[in-house]
């Protein structure tokens, strides 16, 4: 059974059949899934997706397949997290971390959408997939083409982190790194998406590949209890992801799942790459394209395709949108691992680095739900703080050298904790 009617143009609403199209015609306006929320309503209920496995596919009836899935059965339903140290630090009274830095199988939020696209590639009879990636996607195309059994052309610009260089090829992959910036890999890839028979998951595919983006705020949703947050930080390359996270709550409450709420929307940037935030801070009616000059490579995309409209959403919501430079963005992965234990990438300290900006200016209040977006893992993009971090203390393997090096780390630490200093006194 479908709950899909078509695709549809987002700004002249012109209907289209289900097939790997992302352009309209008639206006060139982008593509979007168009669902009959009448017939989810109908279907749809919190204890029907409280009986499902805990993955993306528990709300499969707001997805845009037709048959049941096949890649990516087990993405998704990545922890919630409470966070009381990081709002100690913060002066926050309720904050959330949803950590897609541990999605499987790729530890990003992307392996939400690449699990859409290719279940939806593989409806179509696809057997090859593509992309344009900043380096997550290409790491979760490169896994689940491999795991859905479908051959895999990925594009990347040539200077990511290594570790998701490596964390694509390992999967034996056909990767292509050209010499430019993503907006010319993107030029590129929609010239090859025209030529090869190919399904690219964020080009002609796009349409069902963004929706897979909604499952991050399902859950969120379903893990408060059933209600959406006052206000919800995401971090913004392309745009989408945030335009997504406004339509799965619209959807939630559509259908009746939860009350309305008033969610306002956050965007995050970094400020080597800000296009939309600067836009939108200036009151521009359309975004700047820009040279992306950032540690936060994962967001830089200079030309973003979904940029009006998460300017829109943020508008609409009465939320807002900043941008952090490359320290802050470092500060903010510190600041969470230290208060959390959870070690994101840098797209995650944008997003740490931009709430805490946007509750200093007083945008953000204090004592209100706050869920922050952290989308993507550290051990990805060590390159950026292997500077910041402190380095190990080598020592032989003697126990007087230990000793020495105790009493020298108490005293750094301005005496220690009591516990250490009875400890010490013990073996004295
Ligand atoms: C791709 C990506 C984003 C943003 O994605 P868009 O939907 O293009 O805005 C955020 N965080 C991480 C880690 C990403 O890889
Ligand atoms: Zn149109």
Redesign the pocket.
Known sequence: MSFVKGLKCKECGEVYPKEALHVCDMCFGPLEAAYDYEKIKGALSKELIESRGHNIWRYKELLPIDEEPTVGLKVGYTPLIRAHNLGNALGLSEIYIKNDGVCFPTL???DRVVSVALSKAKEFGYDTAACAS????ANSVAALSRAGNLKNYIFIPYDLEQAKIVGTTVYGANLIGINGAYDDVNRLCSEVAGKFGWAFVNINMRPYYAEG?KSLAFEVMEQLGWRSPKHFVV????????TKVWKAIKEFETIGLIEETGTKIYGAQAKGCSPITTALKNKWEIFKPVKPDTIAK??A?GTPA?GFYAMQVMNQSGGWGEDVADQEIIDGIKLLAETEGIFT?T?GGVTIAVTKKLVEQGVLPKDESIVLAI??NGLKTQEAITNDVSQPHIIDANLEEFEELYDRLNNENQGGSEDAISAHSNTA
């Open positions: 990003s939020f992307k900043t380096g997550n996607l983006s971090p913004m390359a392309s745009g989408s992801l945030l994962s967001l995309i979904d990438e797209a989308t993507g």
